[in-house]
């Protein structure tokens, strides 16, 4: 009867546990692995998903800080893509990528109208730290693997 109770009090012990890791954790906000080749090797990111049109339109804007490794923005379909950046608080690097490679790479900073169009040809677009992109060696035709392609 006590190893019963002793196992039964371990498994609500690591579920609590893991309940409380989890809501440490979750800030509302998706995540994606994206995998971004370097003149160093293959850095995995773990970045949060704008992936509706309401989200790929409100972006970053007004937020105080990038999300840990940035934010990756979805399409369902290759196309071009321009990106402005209104209502920024600090500068980003902004990575256009189509058919697994990078197409462009813009350092963008904090501007008053009129907004600079940062333009490319893109399904997925990466918002990274600024110069994260120079920092790692990150050029147009690099490899780059967001939502399995």
């Known amino acids: ?3 019963r ?3 039964v009090s371990v498994v609500v012990v690591a579920a609590l546990a893991g309940l409380g890791v989890w809501w440490v ?27 509706t049109s309401w989200e790929r339109h409100e972006g970053l804007s007004g937020t ?6 940035g934010m990756v923005f979805r399409y ?11 209502g920024m608080n600090y500068p980003i690097d902004i990575v256009f ?6 197409t462009a790479i813009h350092h963008a900073v904090v501007e008053d109208p009129p907004l600079t169009r940062y ?3 893109a399904r997925c677009v990466l918002e990274l730290p600024y110069k994260w992109t120079a920092e790692h060696g990150v050029t147009v035709g690099n490899a780059v693997v967001c939502f399995g392609s």
């Open 1 to 3: 009867m006590v190893r």
């Open 119 to 121: 333009r490319g040809r």
């Open 5 to 7: 109770s002793t196992v």
């Open 76 to 86: 369902s379909s290759v196309g071009e893509r321009a990106y402005v950046m209104r």
């Open 97 to 102: 990528v189509a058919n697994g490679e990078v």
């Open 25 to 51: 954790a979750d800030d509302g906000a998706d995540r994606a692995r994206v995998t971004v080749e370097t003149a160093n090797g293959t850095a995995v990111l773990e970045m949060a998903v704008a992936d």
């Open 64 to 69: 105080t800080d990038l999300p840990a490794d």
